[in-house]
């Protein structure tokens, strides 16, 4: 079955957000290698700390790009960029108690489990659309009309209220004797 253009476009930015994923994950990947290295005997320990700071701004600028990119089919875990944001450097990690590594440890292993979905639900999405159904791309979603949520129907209800307001206080107020004879005089 041939693919429209539309259906074509469609393909391809599924392939760009497929390959941004797989790179992401693989930083991730880096990241924790990185981080489980540190307190082996032998180590570079500087060096480790560079390649530490390097791959943290790669995913933090990574992480962004790919948000943006995938729109509604971004599912990372919550937590990702706080594990990002708080490994400040290799040394204060393993400075902490063994309990808080642990936790780190566990944080990272979620984020990479939703890594994981979200790259899986991003290539079982170009398999349906290569196979001609209808899919939409998170960040290329059909712009849905609101139907009157904008800037003119919400005029539209506050002078409604407004008119309701003025004619309630006309007939229950002792000034609306007097407003309502006037609006009568006036209009016959």
């Not at 290799?90 to 780190?104: D, F, G, M, N, R």
């Not at 489990?113 to 999405?125: A, F, H, R, V």
């Not at 209808?134 to 979603?141: D, L, T």
């Amino acid at each position: 079955m041939a693919l429209n253009k539309k259906q074509l476009k469609i393909l391809e930015a599924l392939g760009r957000n497929i390959q941004i994923c797989q790179e992401f994950m693989n930083d991730w990947l880096l990241f924790n290698q990185i981080l489980s290295a540190y307190p082996s005997p032998g180590v570079n320990k500087a060096q480790l700390e560079n390649q530490f700071l390097k791959i943290k701004s790669k995913l933090a600028r990574e992480h962004q790009v790919l948000r943006e990119s995938l729109g509604a089919d971004y599912k990372l875990d919550s937590n990702t960029m706080n594990i990002i944001s708080g490994a400040t450097n290799l040394e204060a990690i393993y400075s902490q108690s063994e309990v808080a590594i642990k936790k780190l440890q566990n944080e990272w292993h979620r984020a990479f489990i939703s890594i994981n979905e979200t790259l899986g639900g991003l290539e079982d999405k170009k398999t349906r659309a290569e196979a001609g159904e209808r899919v939409f791309v998170g960040s290329m979603q059909p712009e849905i009309k609101s139907g009157g949520s904008g800037k003119g129907m919400k005029t539209f209800i506050i002078i409604i209220v407004i008119i309701v307001v003025v004619v309630l206080l006309m007939m229950f107020t002792p000034l609306g004797d007097m407003y309502g004879s006037a609006f009568k005089s006036f209009f016959g």
